[in-house]
């Protein structure tokens, strides 16, 4: 599976943006999907995912209330929407997506598959 992020840009502090990854190749479908971020010089870090089979959702503990994934089944597509957003939270996102992940490992950036190319997000102050 191919997989396109996109919907990055350049946001004031507080406002919000909604990022896109879209699947080509093959749906979905019996996939988890993950939303890493990674800042300049700094690790690759877990922000969220999705399981595409019922879309239980699962996010990194210092995002929850600020961030949600969902899922278009239709559109064979996961959202990121963004809100309250702050400086610190500039970095390149990326979506991934694996069909043999357990959940122990989902924030694990090794257990996934395939990979987007990465969207820039900038957060000004």
């Known amino acids: 599976v191919q997989l396109q992020a996109s919907g990055g840009g350049l946001v004031q502090a507080g406002g919000s943006l909604t990022l896109s990854c879209i699947a080509s190749g093959r749906t979905f479908r019996g996939y988890k999907v993950g939303w890493f971020r990674q800042a300049p010089g700094k690790e690759r870090e877990f922000v969220g995912g999705i399981r595409w089979n019922g879309g239980i959702t699962t996010y990194a503990d210092s995002l929850k209330g600020r961030f949600a994934i969902s899922r278009d089944i239709a559109k064979n597509a996961v959202y990121l929407q963004m809100n309250s957003l702050k400086p610190e939270d500039t970095a390149v996102y990326y979506c991934?997506?694996?069909?043999?992940?357990?959940?122990?490992?989902?924030?694990?950036?090794?257990?996934?598959?395939?990979w987007g190319q990465g969207t820039q997000v900038t957060v000004s102050s």
């Open positions: 991934a997506a694996s069909a043999s992940i357990i959940d122990s490992q989902l924030g694990v950036p090794s257990s996934y598959a395939h």
